[in-house]
């Protein structure tokens, strides 16, 4: 009975925050960047894993790594990843802001980072079986492109025209309704059927890192040029890659033969720097093994008196 009762009231409360971040949201804010998932791919619980405690508390739930800009001037809505968790993702987008472009989902275009299933499974329901959209642009960089065009289902949506494929080049900013612009940037990772990069994107006033997913920070300087402190630098908000926190996540596995960057990796790079830099850095991308996800957690401890924040959904930001 008593686990029963913390159930209903972790709904209730949940209920309660979801409508009270929808409600707080500044709707005199023109431009806004929306979080819609803090968890890698696979959501947070994973699938198999049934002692992690968030089937039982819903407070711990958390869906794959998305955003969203929400431009309430023109009517936009622009998604950063279709993620296996869309339907639940743009129910979420609906209570913050509804579009009037006419497309059946209310958005304007979804930019995708790469192909792994976290970043674009979600495609599927765009399909004639779904939500039958049309000619919705996706942003993709030439080999997510060619993979789109080139394999099914996800050729399907082109063939019937659901999806119109938009090309991106590295460094090549593509400008949106509102003069929102928004630059790829290339970055190391695990490439087996498309690049990865990470997206910058600017208003008229203030500019957003989101890189989900990379492999190394030393190897992103040394094969495309970029430094993180720099790439931060030029910015207002940073979303990085926070899979892992420390080498110590999966007993029995060689963690070296993942290479995402540890949270602690990153923090050491930052730490040294003013606290407007610091302050910047919202980490994103949790794996469900990652003790951060935790607020109870010595990791999340450590990581907020560091100075650090972990993006939650529905977090928002003005950028104008």
């Known amino acids: 009975m008593r686990s029963a009762f913390y159930i209903i009231l972790s709904f209730f409360f949940v209920l309660l925050l979801e409508t009270s971040n929808?409600?707080?949201?500044?709707?005199?804010?023109?431009?806004?960047?929306?979080?819609?998932?803090?968890?890698?791919?696979?959501?947070?619980?994973?699938i198999g894993v049934?002692?992690?405690?968030?089937?039982?508390?819903?407070?711990?739930?958390?869906?794959?790594?998305?955003?969203?800009?929400?431009?309430?001037?023109?009517?936009?809505?622009?998604?950063?990843?279709?993620?296996?968790?869309?339907k639940e993702q743009l129910f979420s987008?609906?209570?913050?802001?509804?579009?009037?472009?006419?497309?059946?989902?209310?958005i304007s275009g979804i930019f995708i980072t790469h192909a792994h299933i976290g970043h674009y499974a979600g495609l599927m329901f765009l399909g004639h079986e779904s939500a039958a959209t049309k000619s919705l642009n996706v942003f993709a960089m030439p080999r997510m492109e060619k993979f789109l065009r080139n394999n099914g289902p996800w050729s399907q949506l082109v063939d019937y025209k659901n999806i119109e494929i938009f090309p991106l080049a590295?460094?090549?900013?593509?400008?949106?309704?509102?003069?929102?612009?928004?630059?790829?940037?290339?970055?190391?990772?695990?490439?087996?059927?498309s690049e990865t990069v990470a997206f910058e994107i600017k208003s008229s006033k203030k500019s957003v890192l989101f890189l989900p997913d990379i492999d190394s920070w030393s190897e992103w300087e040394s094969e495309y040029g970029h430094s993180l402190q720099e790439?931060?630098?030029?910015?207002?908000?940073?979303?990085?890659?926070?899979?892992?926190f420390d080498n110590n996540e999966l007993p029995g596995r060689d963690m070296s033969e993942i290479p995402h960057p540890r949270m602690v990796e990153t923090m050491e790079v930052f730490d040294n720097l003013p606290e407007t830099e610091k302050n910047k850095?919202?980490?994103?991308?949790?794996?469900?093994?990652?003790p951060a996800r935790f607020f109870t957690s010595s990791a999340y401890k450590n990581i907020s008196e560091r100075g650090y924040k972990i993006a939650n959904s529905n977090d928002s930001f003005c950028l104008d």
């Open 231 to 244: 790439r931060v630098a030029a910015v207002d908000l940073a979303f990085l890659d926070a899979t892992f």
């Open 50 to 86: 049934n002692d992690d405690p968030a089937w039982r508390n819903v407070l711990q739930r958390n869906t794959a790594t998305s955003a969203a800009i929400i431009n309430r001037k023109t009517k936009d809505r622009y998604l950063f990843e279709a993620t296996p968790d869309i």
């Open 93 to 106: 987008l609906d209570k913050i802001s509804t579009s009037l472009n006419g497309d059946p989902l209310g």
């Open 170 to 193: 590295d460094q090549v900013s593509v400008e949106l309704s509102g003069g929102i612009k928004v630059k790829p940037y290339q970055v190391p990772h695990r490439d087996e059927f």
């Open 281 to 290: 850095v919202y980490f994103i991308h949790l794996n469900h093994t990652n």
């Open 22 to 46: 929808a409600q707080s949201l500044n709707n005199s804010c023109n431009v806004e960047f929306v979080i819609l998932g803090a968890s890698q791919d696979a959501g947070s619980p994973q």
